[in-house]
């Protein structure tokens, strides 16, 4: 939601400007005195425009007209693009895209890191439409409309988008906002719905209905009929991720994805972290790996490791790997993983990464030779002396912030010695201002 102080109508008035750059988060940036963001504006384009809201440091514009479009732009594919948030770049050609965050990522690089980046890898890309695994989309009954809308917020704003479809989730479950709206609606507790999470397996779709209060009879019935209309899997959650559980009683075969280059089939909760775009993860371990330059020798740390996305298939070309998190219950899944797969040469480890680790920490005795970082968005800072302490010949970081991953190779290189051989951009997010990308470290022992 946005901050700041909105402008009356009666004070906002027409504007024109050139537009000369895009905010991180995909908007224009005019620049006539102070700068004004305006959503849906491209660079090199001249649009007419109304600021809404003052900040300190900028304006926020309502665009009302593109006077002289872009090359670059295209016609939006779905129709709710512009009020929902999901997407901000649908207007913007896919190759654009993907140059804008390769721009990004380089910029961060340079700017904040203080790197020039020796070799530039080849995108990780996939497919650009039906590609979202994982989603959260709000639920809200709105009385003045009478009925419930089902989406993802609205841009800039705080409420739930009204949509009937959606061209970035994965089939089939981007048909399915309009009847989940239906059948919400429907439910003697239809004010008592605000989410809904959705994970597409590779042999199941999921759906978690959060319930603030007890459905009743009649509506666990709806339930249930929507679940066998549609082939999916319902699961409650009255309370904390603790209390999610499946409408039908134990499901008969756990949610799963597979990497078959690696022969590995992952389990998962309806309610786990996996990476978004199945598709683009399986290209994105495969690059991980290859980078990591492993030998049957290689004893290989994977810190920040989740479910074992990467520990499993790291296992088939290392003589050991480690995977450590702080979810215990993402540990528990992984160790579940590595025994149904037959895998005897990982072990999993719980521990606090946020925090600097003891080097008498158990799961730190013995060499590694490689390391892979996966962190979340504020980066892996505490865990940079931890990686340098271990002398790795090289390190693999993954990254969902270009920011974050500019700070900490920043201190890798020039703390630590260690050199940046290359880097990429991963198109985990299209039409989405979200960078992923990946980059590769030598050791300062490294030869």
């Known amino acids: 939601m946005s901050t700041g102080r909105a402008l009356p109508r009666a004070q906002r008035t027409l504007e024109e400007a050139a537009v000369i750059a895009l905010t991180h988060e995909g908007e224009g940036i005019a620049r006539d005195g102070k700068a004004v ?32 479009p872009a090359a670059e732009r295209v016609a939006p594919r779905c129709a709710h693009f512009g009020v929902c948030g999901g997407c ?44 979202r695994r994982r989603a959260r989309l709000g639920a809200k009954y709105v009385p003045k409309k009478g009925k419930v809308v089902v989406g993802f917020r609205e841009r800039m704003a705080p409420y739930v988008a009204d949509v009937t479809r959606c061209e970035v989730l994965c089939a089939p479950v981007g048909e399915w906002p ?49 679940a066998t209309r549609h082939g999916a899997r319902i699961f409650l959650q009255p309370g904390g991720l603790g209390t999610v559980e499946a409408l039908a009683g134990p499901a008969p075969q756990p949610l799963y994805y597979e990497l078959p280059e690696f022969g590995v089939r992952l389990s998962f909760a309806p309610t786990d972290f996996v990476q978004i775009n199945g598709e683009v993860n399986r290209a994105l371990v495969s690059r991980a790996i290859e980078l990591l330059d492993l030998t049957p020798a290689s004893a290989v740390l994977d810190l920040y490791c989740g479910l074992g996305n990467f520990t499993l298939a790291l296992a088939g070309s290392a003589s050991r790997v480690v995977g450590v998190e702080g979810e215990a219950a993402l540990i528990e899944r992984a160790r579940h993983n590595a025994r149904d797969n037959g895998i005897g040469n990982a072990e999993f480890h719980v521990a606090d990464l946020s925090q600097p680790i003891a080097p008498g920490t158990p ?85």
């Open 88 to 131: 901000a770049l649908q207007h913007l050609a896919p190759e654009a895209q993907l140059a804008l965050k390769q721009t990004e990522l380089r910029d961060n690089l340079e700017r904040v890191a203080r790197l020039k980046c020796p070799k530039w890898l080849a995108p990780i890309e996939g497919p650009a439409w039906g590609y």
């Open 363 to 447: 799961w730190l005795a013995g060499r590694y030779s490689h390391v892979l970082l996966d962190p979340p968005r504020v980066g892996a800072r505490e865990m940079l002396g931890t990686v340098a302490r271990l002398a790795p010949l090289r390190v693999v970081y993954i990254s969902c912030h270009p920011g974050s991953l500019a700070r900490d190779l920043g201190v890798l290189v020039h703390e630590y010695g260690f050199t940046l051989e290359a880097a990429g951009v991963v198109n985990m997010f299209p039409h989405t201002a979200h960078v992923e990308s990946i980059a590769v470290l030598r050791g300062p022992a490294c030869p």
């Open 178 to 226: 309009a009847p989940l709206a239906e059948l919400i609606g429907a439910l003697d507790i239809r004010q008592q719905v605000p989410q809904v999470e959705v994970a597409v397996a590779d042999n199941a779709v999921a759906l978690v209905f959060r319930v603030l209060a007890a459905p009743t009879t009649a509506d666990l019935e709806r339930f249930r009929a929507f």
């Open 37 to 68: 963001f305006i959503a849906g504006a491209l660079p090199g384009e001249r649009v007419r425009f109304e600021r809404v809201r003052r900040h300190r440091q900028h304006d926020e514009g309502r665009l009302i007209e593109v006077l002289e």
